[in-house]
C-alpha cells in the first residue's frame, strides 16, 4: 500500500509503497477514506511540536471502512465506517497514561514512561495511508455513516470532537455568553459550532483573519466576529461588547503566539462565575492574578484530547443535523505528493481543511 513516512523528525515526508498491516491481537484494519492533514502537520515532522516516535507512518484521525478486525475486539464489525481517534490509554484506572499514535502528544505532564513507550512501539501506525492497523480501543463506529455519505467532511470529526470535550468541560447553559479566542482557526471554528449546537446565546469569534471570522458570522446571527487589535485591554472590550455583557464561558484555541495576551483577553472578558477552557496550542506562561480567580469565583481548566464517547454524541449531532457542517470548506488532496499536501494545509485558513482520500 502507499504511506506517508516520517523517518525521524526533520527528515521530511516521504511516499512510499509498503508491505498492508497485518491484523494482529487487539487490533483492526481500515481502508482509510478520509483523513484531515492539521495546518501543523509540517511544524510538526519537524520536530517542533513535541517529539514522535520514528520511523512511522504518519497521520494521526480519519475515517475509514473496516476491513478485518481480531477476534478479541468489538468496538467495531467489518464493514463498519469507522473514526480513527489514535488517542490509546494504557487503561490503568489508577494511573491512567495516554499517547497518541503516529503523531506527537503524550497526555498527562508530556513525559515519556516505559509505559508509553511501549505503547508507541507495538502500535507504530498512522492514518496517512490506505489502510491502517489500529487498536480497537482507539476506534468509535459511525452507525449511519454510510448513509450520510460525505466521509470528506466527516474527516474534520477529531478536530470538532476535541472542541466538543472543551465545551462539555465548560458547562456551557443554554443562552450562554461565549468567547472563542482564535475562531478564526480550524479548532476555535470547531469550537464555535459545538457552542452554538449546545445553544449559546452570542459567540464572539475572535482573530486576526476578518475573512474567516466574517465566514462564521455568516453561518448564524449568534456570532459576531471580533477583530483582535493585538492590545489585551481593547480586545478585552471588544468582546463584552460584541456580545453585549461579560463572557460565561472563554474557550482559547489559539496555535502558538509570541505573547498570552490574547489568550488573557478572553480571561479578562470572563464574568463572575466564568469558565475558561483552555485547548489550543500556546507555549506561553499566563499571568493569572490569584485573587480576580478568586473574587470572580472563575473556573480555569484545560482540555487534551476527548473520550470516544464524546466522538460518538458529536456523530449523533451531526447525523441528526443538529450540528451543520455544510459551513466547513474541504479541500481534498491524494497521497501522491506530500510536500504539496503540506503546503496546503498550512495554508488553508479558517473553516477549511485538507482532506486526505488515500
Ligand atoms: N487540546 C487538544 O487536544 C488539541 C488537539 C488538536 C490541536 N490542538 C491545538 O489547537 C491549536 C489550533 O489548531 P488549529 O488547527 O485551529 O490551527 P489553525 O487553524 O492554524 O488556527 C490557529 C489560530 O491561532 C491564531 N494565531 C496564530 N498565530 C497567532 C498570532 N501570532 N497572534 C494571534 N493569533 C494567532 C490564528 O489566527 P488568525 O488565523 O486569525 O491569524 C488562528 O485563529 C494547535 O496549535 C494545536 O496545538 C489541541
Given at each position: 500500500m502507499k504511506a506517508w513516512i516520517l523517518d525521524e523528525p526533520g527528515s521530511g515526508v516521504r511516499l512510499q509503497e509498503v508491505a498492508d498491516p497485518r491484523l494482529r491481537s487487539g487490533g483492526a484494519i481500515l481502508r482509510m477514506l478520509a483523513v484531515q492533514v492539521p495546518g501543523y502537520t509540517r511544524a510538526l515532522t519537524e520536530g517542533t511540536r513535541g517529539g514522535i516516535a520514528t520511523p512511522t507512518v504518519l497521520g494521526i484521525g480519519g475515517i475509514g471502512r473496516v476491513e478485518a478486525v481480531a477476534e478479541d475486539v468489538h468496538t467495531v464489525r467489518p464493514g463498519d465506517i469507522a473514526l480513527c481517534t489514535g488517542f490509546l490509554s494504557t487503561g490503568r484506572i489508577a494511573h491512567p497514561e495516554e499517547v497518541l499514535l503516529g503523531w506527537t502528544g503524550i497526555g498527562g505532564r508530556g513525559v515519556q514512561t516505559p509505559a508509553t513507550d511501549a505503547m508507541r512501539a507495538v502500535w507504530r501506525t498512522g492514518t496517512f495511508a490506505e489502510r491502517a492497523l489500529m487498536p480497537g480501543s482507539t476506534l468509535v463506529a459511525l452507525p449511519g455513516a454510510d448513509e450520510y455519505g460525505d466521509f470528506d467532511r466527516l474527516a474534520f470529526l477529531p478536530w470538532l470532537t476535541v472542541a466538543a470535550s472543551a465545551v462539555e468541560k465548560s458547562e456551557l447553559a443554554p443562552g450562554g455568553r461565549v468567547a472563542v479566542i482564535g475562531g478564526s482557526g480550524r479548532m476555535g471554528g470547531a469550537a464555535v459550532l459545538l457552542a452554538l449546537a449546545r445553544g449559546a446565546g452570542s459567540v464572539a469569534a475572535v482573530g486576526r483573519n476578518t475573512a474567516a471570522l466574517d465566514r462564521l458570522a455568516a453561518l448564524d446571527p449568534r456570532v459576531q466576529p471580533v477583530r483582535s487589535v493585538g492590545n489585551r485591554r481593547a480586545d478585552a472590550e471588544a468582546i463584552v461588547a460584541a456580545l453585549g455583557?461579560?463572557?460565561?464561558?472563554?474557550?482559547?484555541?489559539?496555535?502558538?503566539?509570541?505573547?498570552?495576551?490574547?489568550?488573557?483577553?478572553?480571561?479578562?472578558?470572563?464574568?463572575?462565575?466564568?469558565?475558561?477552557?483552555?485547548?489550543?496550542?500556546?507555549?506561553?506562561?499566563?499571568?493569572?492574578?490569584?485573587?480576580?480567580?478568586?473574587?470572580?469565583?472563575?473556573?480555569?481548566?484545560?482540555?487534551?484530547?476527548?473520550?470516544?464517547?464524546?466522538?460518538?454524541?458529536?456523530?449523533?449531532?451531526?447525523?441528526?443535523?443538529?450540528?451543520?457542517?455544510?459551513?466547513?470548506?474541504?479541500?481534498?488532496a491524494t497521497l501522491d505528493d506530500p510536500a504539496t499536501v503540506l503546503d496546503r494545509a498550512e495554508q488553508t485558513s479558517g473553516l477549511s481543511f485538507v482532506a486526505l482520500r488515500p
Open positions: 455583557g461579560e463572557a460565561d464561558v472563554t474557550l482559547d484555541a489559539l496555535g502558538p503566539t509570541p505573547t498570552a495576551d490574547l489568550t488573557m483577553a478572553g480571561f479578562d472578558a470572563l464574568g463572575l462565575d466564568g469558565a475558561m477552557v483552555l485547548l489550543g496550542g500556546v507555549q506561553q506562561d499566563l499571568p493569572i492574578v490569584y485573587n480576580e480567580v478568586m473574587r470572580r469565583r472563575i473556573t480555569l481548566r484545560g482540555s487534551w484530547m476527548a473520550a470516544s464517547e464524546t466522538a460518538y454524541a458529536v456523530w449523533r449531532q451531526i447525523s441528526s443535523g443538529v450540528l451543520d457542517l455544510r459551513g466547513v470548506d474541504v479541500v481534498p
